[in-house]
């Protein structure tokens, strides 16, 4: 066995991440930057269900994330409830260079807090930031409404590879810090956490789930 190597089942914690927002903001390419580091320059629409998985380290502990994508469900509104079944994390993502992507994270957002806890950890995503000279959308907009609505906020470019890890990353600290404050709230060893491979879902404990202000 190589050295370094982890089963694809060793894991402390697993958590389900969705990524939503209009078709064409670049979801299914920021997913497979970060679970693959590869990005396609050909857009086409994500047909049936698809979700990845990466594991990362937090805090001396492996944390794996299921990242779900909408799977082109997004152009016909027909987002189903099973989608948001569990997820404890959301990045909801809009095109910096088209206007109305943002003008929609608002039903998004919605739509997310009604099928989940309104505590859910949420990431208001402006991506495609590489395509400086058509930006439509400014930094300072996606910042005030993230902040208004208690969101973490980042820019990213998957093309670039540009703050899509911490994108990720910090969505996936946030949950995890969520859960060892529980355990310890509960009067648990938050150290030893759970056994290596023991599931961790704290949709069947809402109130594990505080919201965050924006970074």
Not at 154 to 175: G, H, K, P, W
Request: glycine residues 8%; negative net charge; contains cysteine.
């Amino acid at each position: 066995m190589a050295a370094g190597y982890r089963a694809e089942d060793d894991y402390d914690y697993l958590f389900k991440v969705v990524l939503i927002g209009d078709s064409g903001v670049g979801k299914s390419n920021l997913l497979s930057r970060f679970t693959r580091n590869e990005f396609s320059l050909e857009s086409k629409s994500t047909i049936g269900v698809e979700f990845a998985t990466r594991s990362l380290q937090v805090d001396g502990k492996v944390v794996k994330a299921q990242i779900w994508d909408t799977a082109g469900q997004e152009r016909y509104r027909a987002i189903t409830s099973a989608y948001y079944r569990g997820a404890v994390g959301a990045l909801l993502v809009y095109d910096v260079t088209r206007h109305s992507t943002f003008e929609n994270v608002e039903r998004w957002l919605k739509e997310l807090r009604d099928h989940t806890d309104p505590n859910i950890v949420v990431m208001l995503v402006g991506n495609k930031s590489d395509l400086r000279h058509l930006v439509a959308v400014q930094t300072d907009e996606g910042k005030a409404f993230a902040e208004r609505e208690s969101l973490y906020f980042m820019e990213t470019s998957a093309l670039e590879s540009t703050n899509v890890e911490n994108a990720f990353a910090e969505v996936l600290t946030q949950i995890y810090r969520i859960v060892s404050k529980r355990a310890v709230e509960a009067g648990e060893d938050a150290a030893s956490g759970p056994g290596k491979g023991e599931k961790i879902n704290i949709k069947d404990d809402v109130s594990a789930v505080k919201k965050g202000g924006c970074c």
